[in-house]
């Protein structure tokens, strides 16, 4: 059954409701600039970023989400939450990261490149790997996508569910990127006209406005949001 526009505007808005309520719940969003695998993560959940510059303007105020995604979707999968972020956040070390490691990185890198001529990275999101020389000469767009990633705030939200695909997290995922996804419907809460995914070699990011290719032509379901107010509330 498809959903209205304001039925849609209704359920965004309760949607950043409850992410209001979870930022409380775990005191504050955090930017992966300054975080580590020392803190105190959750082995599992789900993760929302927002973005500076990026404002909402029918749901309410505030910074709009621009990515949700989670982690361990396969059986018997190890990753967890930390080891996920970390592959977005990059190396500490060198500055740089690996894009063919994280689809975050690599939509973002390729705007990056799309939006500057005088950027060249002939390699990049080519292969599945990549040898150090390659690597060696890609890195000053990793530490250009590093910079851009690094600075976003982001809530996570602690699902400790077994890894598989239909995990809570996957469902929450899922139904929270295809609701505020504008991927072939009534734009609600646009990007604004300088906004990076513009540039995204992926019609998917520039015409969802999310960070995000999968799930963006899907419709959602209402009662997700049921769901998502459960785990805030037990977290």
């Not at 809530?155 to 890894?163: V, Y």
Request: charged letters at 25%; aromatic letters at 6%.
């Amino acid at each position: 059954m498809a959903i209205s526009a304001t039925g849609r505007l209704d359920n965004l808005r309760e949607f950043y409701g409850l992410l209001d309520r979870l930022a409380e719940r775990v005191g504050g969003a955090r930017t992966l600039a300054r975080c580590s695998g020392k803190e105190q993560w959750p082995t599992r959940g789900v993760y929302f970023f927002l973005e500076n510059g990026e404002k909402r303007t029918e749901s309410g105020s505030g910074m709009r989400v621009v990515r949700v995604g989670t982690h361990a979707l396969k059986d018997g999968s190890k990753t967890t939450l930390w080891n996920r972020l970390s592959q977005h956040r990059g190396v500490v070390r060198s500055g740089g990261g690996n894009h063919r490691g994280s689809v975050f990185r690599l939509h973002v890198g390729g705007a990056l490149l799309s939006r500057t001529a005088e950027l060249q990275c002939p390699t990049w999101a080519t292969g599945g790997t990549a040898s150090a020389e390659v690597r060696a000469q890609e890195i000053e767009i990793e530490r250009m996508v590093s910079s851009v990633i690094g600075t976003m705030p982001f809530l996570c939200l602690s699902i400790g569910d077994e890894p598989g695909a239909q995990s809570e997290r996957g469902y929450i995922e899922r139904n929270s990127i295809a609701l505020l996804s504008n991927f072939q419907k009534e734009p609600l809460d646009p990007p604004s006209t300088h906004w990076l995914g513009r540039h995204c070699r992926s019609g998917k990011v520039r015409l969802s406005g999310l960070w995000n290719s999968n799930h963006v032509e899907e419709g959602y379901d209402p009662v997700f949001l049921e769901h998502l107010r459960a785990q805030i509330e037990a977290a």
